[in-house]
């Protein structure tokens, strides 16, 4: 008899829905849609009606207290994850939690607004410590915590891993970026809610790449690769420009960078470059470029050719998708095809619902969303202070 997996899914926003679409196409395993959970029980009531979910509560302790619950999959604003992700795994759920795994959110005291006001220094302590608290009770647990980094999963990314195990190539160095025209979040200007700003919310998939192909390679040449330091600049563009310029931007930073680079030395002497920002026009850019001794892989994500299209008018396209942040339909397009697939959502999913099916580990764990959260910090630390960030060499990613 085929396994049946029960999930509950907290947080009904944009994310719901990539998740949400992606469960749908699980094979092998036969995925059950309990629960779905929101403070706004309206919204999770669409998501609910849209993919099939049996109940919809505002009360996150329903789903803890539900011995029918398999897994938890966390889809709310990042300062909730670590709290949501420990209580569901002391109720014995397995836990996919979405990115970032944390960040700075404020503490007591803290002058406003805090991505102005506070140190970038006392933000990287306070986001160590909770990581590293955090990391301790998830390895000691024996539920499954699975980070919802979806670069690892893109088929790109993960023929790359193919080619570079065969290959057994040295990666010498790689460029990565996640660029978009703003958020759909209306928070997304405001550290306090995002803990950071195109960084910690575009940039995070990217590095979550890189880090994670420099230990496919770590693995097949037997080598312990880890990071060595950590460079970057970050700024706020949108302040350079009058409200005119700005017309067809839809970013709106705080106290939160829009722009951001970031340069990382592995402790192989090998480096990684990232780059961020909310102000690229024409939807969503998203690659990881790979230099090897022996290959070249470039993993372009999106957008793809595919498929394009090209209109003279919208009439009758109000409602056919086209691609995420292309709100003119008008001339020549790059149509997103299959984009749960080929952003990963598809085999992400499929991997963590074969994991708690099947007791198996998955590619993306805590490990990867502990260092992704680490160089990202480190970085919002080396921008504002000007300097280069170094870590302990002789300690691994993973």
Same mark, same amino acid.
């Given at each position: ?96 939690? !979405? *990115?970032?795994?944390? #960040?700075?959110?404020?503490?007591? $005291?803290?002058?406003?607004?805090? /991505?102005?006001?506070?140190? &970038? ?70 550290? !306090? *809610?995002?803990?950071? #700003?195109?960084?910690?919310?575009? $940039?995070?998939?990217?590095?979550? /790449?890189?880090?994670?192909? &420099? ?18 600049d970050t700024g706020n563009i949108a302040s350079t420009l009058t409200e005119h310029e700005k017309r067809h931007l839809t970013g709106k930073p705080i106290d939160v960078e829009d722009f951001a680079t970031v340069t990382i030395t592995f402790s192989d002497g090998t480096k990684a470059v990232i780059m961020s920002s909310d102000h690229v026009l024409g939807g969503v850019k998203n690659y ?19 498929? &394009? ?90």
């Open positions: 008899m085929m396994k049946t997996v029960t999930i509950a899914v907290i947080g009904a926003g944009f994310a719901a829905h990539f998740h949400g679409r992606a469960y749908a196409k699980v094979h092998g395993v036969k995925v059950r849609l309990k629960t779905i959970v929101d403070v706004d029980v309206e919204k999770a009531r669409e998501v609910a009606a849209i993919y099939g979910f049996e109940q919809v509560t505002a009360e996150v302790s329903d789903v803890f207290h539900d011995a029918e619950i398999d897994i938890v999959d966390i889809v709310t604003p990042p300062h909730l994850h670590v709290e949501l992700a420990l209580e569901a795994l002391k109720a014995g759920k397995h836990v996919i939690c !979405e *990115k970032p795994l944390t #960040g700075y959110f404020g503490e007591a $005291g803290d002058e406003k607004p805090i /991505g102005s006001k506070v140190s &970038k220094a006392k933000m990287y302590e306070t986001v160590l410590k909770e990581m590293e608290e955090a990391r301790t009770i998830i390895k000691a647990n024996d539920k499954m915590f699975m980070y919802a980094e979806n670069y690892i999963y893109s088929p790109n990314i993960l023929k790359a891993a193919e080619i570079i195990r065969s290959k057994k190539s040295k990666l010498l160095f790689m460029k990565g970026e996640e660029s978009i025209k703003g958020s759909t979040s209306p928070v997304a200007g405001s550290w !306090e *809610k995002t803990g950071g #700003g195109a960084l910690i919310r575009l $940039g995070c998939h990217p590095i979550s /790449g890189v880090l994670w192909l &420099k230990q496919v390679e770590a693995q097949a040449r037997n080598e312990e690769i880890s990071v060595a330091s950590v460079v970057a990881i470029e790979v230099y090897a001794n022996d290959a070249v892989l470039m993993c372009n994500i999106t957008p793809t050719d595919n498929m &394009k299209t090209y209109f003279l008018d919208q009439d009758g396209l109000e409602d056919v998708y086209i691609s995420e942040m292309m709100p003119q339909k008008t001339g020549w397009n790059h149509v997103f095809i299959a984009e749960d697939i080929l952003r990963g959502y598809r085999y992400e999913l499929q991997d963590f619902v074969e994991c708690a099916a099947f007791g198996r580990k998955p590619l993306s764990d805590i490990d990867l969303a502990y260092e992704t959260t680490k160089v990202i910090y480190a970085a919002y630390l080396s921008a504002s202070e000007g300097r280069k960030v170094t870590f302990d060499r002789t300690a691994s990613l993973c």
